[in-house]
């Protein structure tokens, strides 16, 4: 698995982005996918996951606006960031982890693949 992020970009406060994260290995399928981000100055912390039976995790600040799939066919994952707000604000990973078909973790720690980070950036 070698993860590529993209569409990372600069948006105003309420506006919607999307974020991308291919496989160019193409085998996706069989992991768990995870979103983090970095803000300046602060720990990466967990965004959202989803499996590769298809549960879905997400992080309290993001809940209700932020929506993670995956595309099997095209080895990619996706993140819908919806009212976005300056605190969403940072880079963004997508990281990638082998595991049980319903396990994600919140953790960092246990993903084994990262892609190179997306920068969002929302201001007025």
């Known amino acids: 698995v070698q993860l590529q992020a993209s569409g990372g970009g600069l948006v105003q406060p309420g506006g919607s982005l999307r974020l991308s994260c291919t496989d160019s290995g193409r085998t996706l399928s069989g992991y768990t996918v995870a979103w983090f981000r970095q803000a300046p100055g602060k720990e990466r912390e967990f965004v959202t996951a989803i499996t590769a039976g298809g549960g879905t995790g997400y992080a309290d600040s993001v809940k209700g606006r932020f929506t993670i799939s995956r595309d099997n066919a095209k080895s990619t994952m996706y993140l819908q960031m919806n009212s976005l707000k300056p605190e969403d604000t940072a880079v963004y990973y997508c990281?990638?982890?082998?595991?049980?078909?319903?396990?994600?973790?919140?953790?960092?720690?246990?993903?084994?693949?990262w892609g190179q980070g997306t920068l969002v950036t929302v201001s007025s």
């Open positions: 990281a990638a982890v082998q595991t049980g078909p319903y396990t994600y973790y919140s953790s960092d720690e246990p993903y084994h693949v």
